[in-house]
């Protein structure tokens, strides 16, 4: 079961602010969605190796060659936020 | 005799280090030569995180990483995988970090340092592949930070994760395993540890067997044993007023030598990871035996060939390996007919100890000429050819130029910006030995100008001999012998 602490907690690690009526909604959706989860987890796997990958592909490389990067305006051409050449942001604390 | 570490002090590291010698990043060939480049202009999609973009592993970047979890005796993984590592903050563009979680690349290994009593074995827990955040830089002091600017040109740099067991027992040992790890990795050519950031050590440090404290943010060695000892010092007095360590995470500040807590409110289960579905795992045994053809002699063994072939001692053999670099060169001057022993004397005595001295370290050799940049600013460049070494090596031990007089040269090719030659110096200043007449003259004279330090002398004073020493070497401008002046004066006084 996921509390309204946990709903807080996951709120902080995302960095996002949760009023009091969100915490309880999104409480209830996650609740429900655990619920389903359990449901799956019902289901007999003990004997299935678990899938990560639909294709069974190994050892995906590319060699050590420089390619061309972007131009320093275009990187920056999303943001309003900017200043000397970086993004930026506000204090962290 | 065993070192019975009275305190009971246990430190392990982690040590992140950027394999800075590869062309590109980890997962884009954005460029890894952006040292001295503008903010943002080694970036792409990739490593800037955006929408869609799809990250590729350098394949180099493996290889490095056998590499290294070979010199370190490890085990190198059947499988292995990288996991995302999910946390919030500005210096990671895409919300997670791309590392290796529980199938790490690199398993249990080990490296052998010079302990507190002898040869220790610092057993290594694992090593693991991941990518470098950005760099982020206040606006402002932290404290009073009004923004932060965000440069990415970092991001996705291949970085290699290093972690240790709590087997040291000093910040000294510590240290001495830093040191030594720094040099395999430069044997291994996968690193240069001159480049700014390119490697930093987070240290676990506990006392008498207790609770372990993290100090975080450490970037050089002399920081690691500077913060490590203040660690060390905090958490005793804490217990001796009656106190308890706390299981923490703090941070050093190096300007004030002191470690800081902070407080963190992210555990591991926090970080939810899972395993990065964009990269597929890897099964790369198979490449061990090639690799293992290319792995360079290593620093153990160079420096048993070294003792064994050029009939030095240990000292000078660990000095001479401690740098791959130098050991070249030093290999180089012997190429060229010099007797090895008075060339370790001087390789790894005079000349490395005046490199130290002057804050140079070490950052090229082409065969030729070894070169160096000054450690606190990169700027500043000089270097020291082979030839100059043999030539000076050749006079000293033909006996054509005094000891001190070597010594004078090396500062003065050092310091110089000039091209001469250790013979040209030697013309120049007059360092040449003095005749022995000369010196002769120059005992005799000392002699009679000084009778007070002469009567005090065969009154008993044995300082008043290296008083007269001077006098005769500064009349002789250095030249003279000091052993010979020596024993010319007690053979005047005292017949």
Redesign the interface.
Same mark, same amino acid.
Do not use: Q
């Given at each position: 079961m996921i509390t309204k602490e946990d709903v807080e907690h996951i709120g902080w690690l995302a960095r996002i602010e949760i009023n009091e009526q969100e915490t309880v909604e999104y409480m209830e959706k996650l609740n429900s969605v655990l619920e389903y989860f359990g449901q799956i987890d019902e289901l007999p796997t003990e004997d299935v190796a678990p899938t990560y990958h639909v294709a069974e592909i190994y050892n995906v490389f590319r060699e050590d060659m420089v390619e061309e990067c972007l131009p320093q305006e275009i990187v920056l051409t999303n943001t309003e936020h900017k200043q000397d050449g970086a993004f930026r942001v506000p204090k962290i604390g | 005799m065993a070192y019975e570490n009275p305190d009971g002090i246990r430190i392990g590291l982690e040590i992140h280090v950027q394999l800075n010698k590869? +062309?590109?990043k980890m997962f884009?060939?954005?460029?890894t030569d952006y040292h001295n480049a /503008? @903010? #943002?202009? &080694?970036?792409? @999609?990739v490593c800037?995180g955006l929408p869609g973009a799809l990250p590729?592993? #350098? %394949? +180099? /970047?493996?290889e490095a990483a056998i590499k290294v979890g070979l010199a370190l005796e490890g085990e190198i993984a059947e499988e292995t995988q990288f996991h995302r590592k999910n =946390?919030? =903050?500005?210096d990671l563009p895409k919300g997670f970090q791309v590392t290796q979680y529980d199938y790490p690349i690199v398993g249990k290994g080990k490296v052998v340092i010079e302990g507190e009593d002898g040869e220790h074995v610092v057993g290594i827990t694992r090593a693991h592949l991941e990518e470098d955040p950005g760099k982020?830089? &206040? $606006?402002g002091s932290i404290e009073k930070? +009004?923004?932060?600017? $965000?440069?990415?040109n970092r991001s996705g740099m291949p970085l290699i994760e290093t972690v240790t067991e709590p087997d040291m027992r000093s910040p000294k040992e510590a240290r001495r395993f830093l040191d030594k790890f720094r040099n395999i990795l430069e044997y291994l050519d996968v690193f240069d540890g001159n480049l700014e950031g390119a490697m930093r050590v987070d240290a676990n440090v506990s006392v008498y067997w207790g609770t372990r404290v993290e100090v975080k943010n450490i970037s050089s060695h002399k920081g690691v044993e500077r913060a490590l000892l203040y660690e060390i010092m905090r958490q005793k007095n804490v217990i001796r007023r009656g106190g308890k360590i706390t299981q923490e995470t703090r941070h050093f500040d190096e300007g004030r030598g002191v470690t800081i807590s902070m407080r963190t %409110?992210?555990e591991a289960e926090?970080y939810r990871y899972f395993?990065e579905?964009d990269?597929? @795992?890897?099964?790369?045994t198979g490449w061990i035996p090639a690799i293992k053809e290319t792995l360079p002699e290593l620093p153990d063994a160079k420096r048993a060939r070294f003792i064994e072939q050029y009939s030095i001692t240990d000292m000078h053999a660990r000095a001479l390996t401690s740098k791959i670099m130098l050991a070249d060169f030093y290999e180089g001057v012997c190429a060229k007919g010099v007797d090895p022993k008075t060339a370790a004397t001087w390789a790894a005595d005079v000349f490395l100890g005046e490199l130290n001295y002057r804050d140079l370290a070490i950052s090229s050799y082409d065969g030729k000429t070894i070169g160096f940049i000054h450690a606190k600013d990169p700027a500043v460049e000089n270097s020291f050819k082979v030839s100059d070494m043999v030539e000076l090596v050749t006079l000293f031990a033909e006996g054509k130029v005094s000891d001190r007089a070597a010594v004078e040269v090396i500062r003065i090719i050092l310091d110089g910006t000039e091209e001469k030659t250790p013979s040209q110096i030697i013309e120049e200043k007059g360092l040449f030995k003095a005749e022995d007449d000369l010196v002769t003259r120059a005992v005799a004279e000392t002699i009679a100008e000084n009778t007070a330090a002469v009567q005090d002398y065969i009154g008993g004073a044995e300082k008043s001999l290296n008083f007269l020493v001077g006098q005769v070497m500064k009349k002789t401008k250095g030249t003279a012998d000091a052993k010979t002046a020596r024993e010319l004066i007690v053979k005047e006084l005292k017949g």
């Open positions: - | 590869l +062309k590109t884009c060939g954005c460029s /503008a @903010p #943002n202009t &080694h970036t792409c @999609p800037l590729v592993l #350098n %394949k +180099k /970047a493996v =946390y919030f =903050y500005p982020l830089v &206040h $606006i930070s +009004k923004g932060v600017l $965000i440069d990415y %409110k992210e926090d395993r579905p990269l597929m @795992p890897m099964r790369v």
